[in-house]
């Protein structure tokens, strides 16, 4: 049995700010998003439960990329003293693909609600245009959220 009212809103009432193909809702009472690697599991965040949310910026292949270059370098700085030229090639072009990874990385975006009960990172994506406008929708949704009260 579906409950009538959540937070003193009839479900049928409450405002919807953004739905989309991929399961994200985003409406005055509840935000939904899609559980990565499931197709049927959601997570339901209740608005009066969030405090903020911000966009952050991953690359998961950037310390490896830097941790690459590091080591092209040490390895050609170490062979210069003692007339170990042929490390010095393969050592350069260890750091200059590191380098070049560092460059053509891809970068993902998140969203990171904050609520008392602490941060939780949701809706992984490279689209920089989709996740602002999830954001934004967000914002509209809680400024316009039931008290807590009710």
Same mark, same amino acid.
């Given at each position: 049995?579906?409950? #009538?009212?959540? @937070?003193?809103?009839?479900?049928? +009432?409450?405002?919807?700010? $953004?739905? #989309? +193909? @991929?399961?994200?809702?985003?409406? =005055?009472? @509840?935000?939904?998003? *899609?559980?990565?690697? +499931? #197709?049927?599991?959601?997570?339901? $965040?209740?608005?009066? #439960?969030?405090? &903020?949310? +911000? !966009?952050? /910026?991953?690359?998961? =292949?950037? *310390?490896?990329? !830097?941790?690459?270059? =590091? %080591?092209?370098?040490? !390895?050609?700085?170490? &062979? /210069?003293? $003692? @007339? %170990?030229w042929y490390l010095l090639l393969p050592a350069l072009l260890i750091s200059m693909l590191g380098s070049i990874w560092a460059l053509v990385a891809h970068w993902s975006y998140y969203l990171l609600i904050h609520s008392s009960s602490g941060n939780t990172k949701t809706l992984f994506t490279g689209d920089v245009e989709y996740i602002y406008h999830v954001l934004n929708a967000i914002n509209e949704a809680l400024s316009n959220r039931p008290d807590k009260s009710t």
């Open positions: 049995m579906k409950p #009538d009212l959540v @937070n003193g809103t009839k479900i049928e +009432d409450e405002q919807i700010y $953004y739905i #989309d +193909d @991929n399961g994200v809702r985003i409406g =005055s009472v @509840n935000i939904t998003f *899609p559980v990565k690697f +499931d #197709d049927k599991a959601r997570l339901v $965040y209740n608005t009066v #439960d969030i405090s &903020s949310v +911000d !966009i952050k /910026l991953v690359n998961s =292949s950037f *310390p490896t990329s !830097i941790i690459l270059t =590091s %080591v092209g370098i040490t !390895i050609s700085i170490a &062979s /210069l003293p $003692y @007339n %170990v």
